[in-house]
């Protein structure tokens, strides 16, 4: 998504400027769009109902003036923590210009004030009211899917809309569809059954049966029937497969309650939670920006700008939080839009769109140098100030070495340092300091004392130290280290020597020399030599088996090394106690329509930790084919 700033006009109006010259648009026809102000209000007058509106309408970008809650309400102190900006009242307020409100259960009576409110011409409801409303308010429905915007369950929704004006397009924009499978937890135990024949996802997801008769996780959830087993993955049953009913997290999952939420719940809370959620999220999310937009199509709208840049063809990029932006938009010469930030005709040097680059592409120094200046004089001054900083951080990453060291939480922290004085002495005729009588066999009697101390923690730090030293600005030209000194102390031991490995079994001999693609050989070799001989990555030592490498595209004219242990059945026999996101289908749990991901590839990561040394014998690289000289 590109970014963009928010800025206030004095007809209350918000203006999105998004600089789309970084994103390496730099052709076409771009139009910004005036994102007008909502101020809504909450209504949740029911003790036991959950507000739900508040935390959908303030990830939305409207702004909550107000919420309404029961004096007893449950989640009072659940909005204070989450929403501590919003306003907490007990009473609907008698003046108030909000003219949006959401409530949640059925709306206040005819006789409440908030219907003779005169700012407000939109109610939003889960429920209809006791009494039919007079004229001039209109009643609107919406029959929402569960399913259809994004959710994993079989109900029907039905939201109700109270205007005072006549609405069109209230139909929810409809979103990817996904199924049970999506939120349920592998680590939760179960029976143990045996592996059910391969499923896939149905393109019109329905309930599912297996053939045993539990329900199938590639379906949806039946609401009228919540007690149901599933046959769900687990990582911990022998077959992979266990029958089980959803768990407490995974029910309000499917009622798509965010899972900042339920971290903030104790267990007698997520049940109550379970009883107070009757609609879920997703389909409230589904209403909120067609209802705004609706509305604000029966007032009179701010015309949007744009900016008329000759040649290709540009779309503005999809964002659900900017679904209240208005659709009407003109078209404005390049001179007549200089209060458009970004939006300036120049060419890109730099392809930034390529998520992948070669590792010998030249850094695209300037990127960085012109955030500041494109003055020659001032990106020498820049340079400089680099090689200062750079060499600033070498000495205080040796100097905060020396200090853990020593420090209680070091290994020599009982090795009392010795003065220099009782080392050295000023020699007066040289002019010079200079070992006194004792002095050398006494530092060398202390470096070796230290030295059989902290041989592990010497030998690591001296390598960190090293590497470091050797690093330019851009790059880690003698490859890298964790830092262990820094990591907290129960993790410290572990980045140092590697993770113990905790195998079943001996893994399976295998011990065939490693194959050699004439095709790729040359840029195989060089990436083999910059790991083995430039960065030191490899080191030689007996092995008992070895493992496979190859070669996969990487980018268009550069490859990626792949190092495959599977060969050897390695990664079969070893045993995680523990994994804080088992499979991918965990991460999604917490992703929903509007949600943004980056892919960021962080150089030589696998190469950066340390393999610990009972592994080491069983993950053996064959180089005979590319380094013949060196056998």
Not at 99 to 106: E, P
Not at 169 to 181: A, I, M, N
Not at 411 to 418: A, I, Q, S, V, Y
Request: a positive charge; aromatic letters at 10%; charged letters at 20%.
């Amino acid at each position: 998504m590109a970014p963009f700033n928010l800025e206030s006009s004095t007809d209350g109006t918000k203006t999105a400027f998004i600089d789309y010259s970084l994103r390496g648009i730099i052709k076409g026809t771009l139009s910004s769009q005036v994102l007008a102000s909502h101020f809504v209000g909450v209504l949740c007058i029911h003790k036991s109902c959950f507000p739900a509106w508040i935390f959908i309408l303030s990830s939305a970008l409207y702004t909550v003036e107000w919420v309404v809650l029961h004096k007893d309400s449950l989640w009072i102190d659940l909005v204070r923590h989450l929403k501590p900006d919003i306003v907490i009242l007990f009473d609907v307020p008698v003046s108030s210009k909000v003219t949006n409100v959401f409530n949640t259960g059925a709306p206040p009576g005819i006789s409440s004030s908030i219907w003779t409110n005169a700012y407000l011409h939109t109610l939003v409801a889960t429920n209809t009211p006791r009494k039919r409303l007079q004229d001039p308010w209109r009643m609107y429905r919406i029959d929402v899917l569960h399913n259809e915007v994004g959710g994993v369950s079989d109900g029907t929704f039905r939201i109700f809309i109270f205007s005072l004006h006549t609405l069109s397009g209230l139909e929810p924009t409809p979103q990817p569809k996904r199924d049970v499978s999506s939120i349920i937890d592998p680590t939760t135990l179960g029976g143990t059954v045996a592996p059910p024949n391969p499923q896939s996802s149905m393109k019109h997801p329905s309930i599912r049966r297996t053939a045993c008769g539990v329900l199938s996780t590639f379906g949806l959830f039946p609401l009228l029937a919540t007690k149901q087993k599933f046959l769900v993955p687990s990582v911990f049953s022998s077959t992979k497969w266990v029958h089980r009913r959803l768990s407490p997290h995974e029910i309000l999952h499917v009622h798509d309650v965010p899972l900042r939420i339920i971290k903030l719940l104790g267990s007698a809370d997520i049940h109550k939670l379970q009883r107070c959620v009757d609609i879920p999220f997703k389909v409230l999310v589904s209403v909120v920006s067609p209802v705004l937009r609706a509305t604000m199509n029966n007032k009179t709208s701010t015309p949007t700008h744009g900016v008329c840049i000759t040649g290709g063809d540009c779309s503005l990029p999809t964002n659900n939080k900017l679904d209240n932006l208005t659709s009407s938009s003109s078209t404005v010469p390049v001179s007549n839009a200089a209060s458009l930030k970004g939006l300036v005709e120049q060419e890109a040097p730099h392809d930034t769109s390529k998520a992948t680059k070669s590792d010998d592409a030249a850094i695209p120094m300037y990127i960085w140098d012109h955030r500041i200046s494109k003055c020659p004089t001032d990106i020498r001054a820049l340079n400089v100030l680099r090689a200062f900083f750079l060499c600033w951080w070498k000495r205080h990453l040796t100097k905060s070495f020396f200090i853990w060291l020593y420090s209680p939480q070091g290994t020599c922290c009982n090795l009392k340092r010795k003065n220099v004085k009782d080392w050295v002495v000023w020699n007066r005729k040289k002019k010079c300091y200079g070992w006194s009588t004792t002095g050398q066999q006494g530092y060398l009697n202390f470096m070796s004392l230290r030295l059989k101390i902290a041989r592990e923690d010497h030998s690591a730090g001296l390598e960190c130290v090293v590497r470091a030293a050797n690093s330019s600005w851009w790059d880690w030209i003698d490859g890298s280290r964790p830092f262990y000194w820094r990591w907290p102390k129960d993790y410290r031991s572990q980045i140092r020597d590697g993770v113990v490995p905790w195998l079943s079994e001996v893994p399976r001999r295998w011990v065939q020399p490693q194959l050699c693609d004439r095709k790729t050989k040359h840029q195989v070799t060089e990436k083999l030599n910059k790991v083995w001989n430039v960065r030191r990555y490899l080191e030689r030592g007996f092995v008992r088996n070895l493992t496979r490498f190859f070669a996969v595209p990487k980018g268009e004219a550069d490859i990626r090394m792949v190092y495959d242990s599977t060969v050897a059945k390695l990664n079969d026999c070893l045993w995680a106690p523990w994994f804080a996101m088992p499979t991918v289908r965990t991460h999604l749990r917490a992703i929903g329509p509007g949600s943004y991901m980056a892919d960021v590839d962080i150089g030589e990561m696998f190469l950066n930790f340390v393999m610990h040394e009972s592994l080491r014998q069983y993950c053996g690289v064959d180089l005979s084919q590319y380094f013949p000289e060196r056998r």
